[in-house]
């Protein structure tokens, strides 16, 4: 036989199916044509049946019969070069697919994947359409602790991190390992487990030890079981230990966490003269514990999802289930979800830039706190509070211009006394953003001055040109603002000094600043400091600089576009979809109104509707007949 018969041998080509009948000359089959059209068998043929068949197929390819029945779904003629090898493929494949099912056929099918797979076809593909399962994506858990250890060495680093740690044990005639990372569990908390598993006897397990260990014998308060390598792994470097059992596939997860904490303190930032000391801390789970604590609410939800490739940070979504918006909570968990990245080792910030701020705004998106009251509040409001773990700041979404205004001292004190405070802060702002650019402006024209504010503008110019006086105390602010944050706490009234005295003092005498352009920055800087949001005052700072060289090189035109510019970027800012200067732009009286006084407790009966709460009303309707 030729080559073609070789095949057809040793099952790699599968012989069409036609009545047997006698060859009619011994040496037919040494001229047979390079291609035909071949009909797939539907039932598993005897071996000795095969010969006459393929005789019989050689004479009939001889005499120019060149189709069969069309009942039978027909395929394509191979070529030996392995010509049209993909078309082919997809056309057998459809075949088989339909031939799932019938009796018979198991042998048929194996012989077509061994000749498919010898001219170059996926095997993938076949077992997909044989219903054949697919390798798994996650590595099951060895059965046995010998071939445990090499895979721990080689995807843990045992034996070569010293904080990873695996302790062999045998209780009750069974070998166990306990494996956890050193310094991240409670060693009390494992100590007690191993000692209640230290009182088993061979009589007190049986071939299911596993189960016995998970429901009996193993004294956690938190136990789960996992059967996959990986999140195995990714619970163990989360805090967790893994208790394996010989001869089981199978873990069992003990939450033993233990992290390297501080204890909760008042935040520097947001300081109060009445009220809670407490602020969050680096740990997760204290402080969704301070929240919870505020909100003994059964429609709080914590929703944890995991952030990066390598460094699997735990974000926690919380929010009050039948108050904030489903949308919202939606889209912020698609957002946290389609994070791509390696990591987050810097934490909320790299979050709010990889899900919120995608570009160059440099105004804060949404509104960081530290503390556990003033998150209670905003999610009693509808709010959508991220907790990243590692990190003591928590971001709420969605959040406005004015949001980022509000302070806890106003709520602190009586409803008057919390209005005055609000407006001097939003003095203070205004300042900070259009005193500089103003008073500048009247000093190159003054023309434009009152007769009331001729006092206005240096009496003499100092020897440095004001542009450059304003650019260089705008430096000096910031580089005193950021020695006082990198100087030891004993050092800081030695540096204030040293700025106020020596540099500001000795910088007027000489005659390279003036007087006024020293008060004006500094009454800039103090509306700055007084901003509650840190990074707002950051971004007024930039356009307030902005606004001072515009006027510079422009005039008034320069403030009036610049002016127009600021409100307009802010006013096509969004939030999560909500606009950033609400309720100023789109306008809204009522809540302007609550914004601007900060109304008695039962007056304010109506949440914010920028965040379309499903409850409006902020008072239960026991408080609202009253």
């Known amino acids: 036989m030729d080559e073609r018969n070789d095949m057809q041998q040793d099952g790699g080509w599968q012989p069409p199916v036609v009545p047997p009948e006698p060859p009619k000359e011994p040496g037919a089959s040494t001229d047979r044509p390079v291609r ?40 394509a003629a191979r070529s030996l070069d392995g010509q049209a090898r993909g078309q082919n493929g997809e056309r057998q494949g459809q075949t088989r697919a339909q031939s799932l099912g019938q009796p018979g056929q198991g042998g048929a099918r194996n012989r077509e994947e061994q000749s498919q797979a010898r001219h170059g076809q996926a095997g993938s593909q076949n077992r997909e359409q044989h ?16 071939e445990l250890k090499p895979l721990l060495e080689r995807e843990a680093g045992l034996n070569t ?35 209640r598993l230290s009182y088993l006897t061979a009589e007190d397990l049986d071939t299911d030890a596993l189960k016995l260990f998970f429901e009996t014998y193993v004294p956690a308060v938190q136990v789960t079981k996992t059967d996959v390598f990986d999140d ?27 992290f390297p904490d501080r204890t909760p303190e008042e935040p520097s930032l947001e300081r109060v003269v009445r009220g809670s000391r407490d602020g969050f801390i680096e740990t997760l789970m204290t402080n969704v514990s301070l929240i919870r604590r505020r909100l003994r609410d059964k429609d709080l939800r914590y929703e944890l999802i995991r952030v990066g490739a390598r460094t699997k940070t735990d974000v926690c979504i919380a929010y009050i289930r039948d108050i904030a918006d489903p949308e919202l909570v939606e889209e912020v968990k698609r957002k946290i979800g389609h994070v791509n990245v390696y990591g987050l080792p810097l934490a909320d910030k790299q979050l709010e830039e990889t899900t919120v701020n995608r570009g160059w705004h ?40 004015f949001d980022l205004t509000q302070h806890a001292e106003e709520n602190r004190q ?20 259009f005193l500089l650019p103003l008073w500048f402006l009247l000093v190159l024209k003054p023309e434009l001055k009152p007769p009331q504010l001729d006092f206005l503008g240096p009496q003499q110019m100092g020897r440095i040109p004001l542009f450059l006086q304003f650019v260089l105390a705008e430096i000096g602010v910031d580089l005193m603002r950021m020695a006082a944050v990198h100087t030891p706490s004993p050092l800081s009234t030695a540096m204030s000094l040293i700025a106020a005295i020596l540099i500001g003092d000795i910088a007027v005498k000489t005659g390279l600043f003036n007087n006024e352009v020293i008060l004006y920055m500094a009454i800039a800087a103090i509306g700055m400091f ?26 008034i035109p320069g403030f009036v576009v610049g002016t ?19 309720p100023f732009i789109p306008f809204d009286g009522r809540s302007l109104a609550a914004l601007l006084i900060r109304p008695p407790e039962l007056q304010n009966k109506k949440r914010n509707p920028l965040l379309k709460p499903q409850q409006l009303d902020r008072l239960p309707d026991t408080q609202k007949n009253r």
């Open 131 to 146: 219903g054949q399962s697919q390798p798994a994506d996650k590595q099951p858990i060895p059965a046995s602790i010998d």
């Open 36 to 75: 035909r059209k071949l009909i797939r068998p539907e039932r598993e043929e005897p071996e000795d049946d095969r010969s006459g068949k393929h005789a019989a197929e050689d004479e009939r390819s001889r005499r120019g019969r060149g189709r069969q029945s069309g009942r039978r779904s027909r395929l």
């Open 564 to 582: 127009a510019l600021f409100v307009v970027l802010l006013a096509c800012t969004r939030s999560f979809n909500r606009p950033y200067l609400w």
């Open 414 to 433: 009586t409803p008057f006394i919390g209005t005055y405070l609000r407006w001097v802060r939003y003095i203070g702002i205004f300042f900070s953003l």
């Open 530 to 555: 007084a901003t509650p949001n840190y990074e707002l005052g950051l971004a007024n700072r930039i356009v307030r600089l902005a606004l001072i060289i515009a006027v510079a090189i422009f005039g």
């Open 161 to 195: 991190s010293f904080d990873v740690v695996l302790r062999e044990m045998t209780f009750g005639g069974r070998r166990t390992a306990l494996f956890y990372m050193n310094g991240l569990v409670n060693s009390a908390e494992l100590t007690e487990v191993l000692k």
């Open 362 to 401: 440099p105004y804060p998106l949404v509104r960081y706190s530290e503390r556990p009251d003033v998150v209670a509040a905003q999610l009693l409001e509808g709010s959508v509070a991220v907790l990243t773990d590692t990190t003591p700041s928590v971001m709420m979404l969605p959040t406005t211009f």
């Open 232 to 258: 195995m792994l990714d619970s163990v470097f989360a805090g967790c230990a893994a208790l394996f059992v010989d001869r089981e596939r199978a873990a069992l997860i003990i939450d033993a966490k233990m």
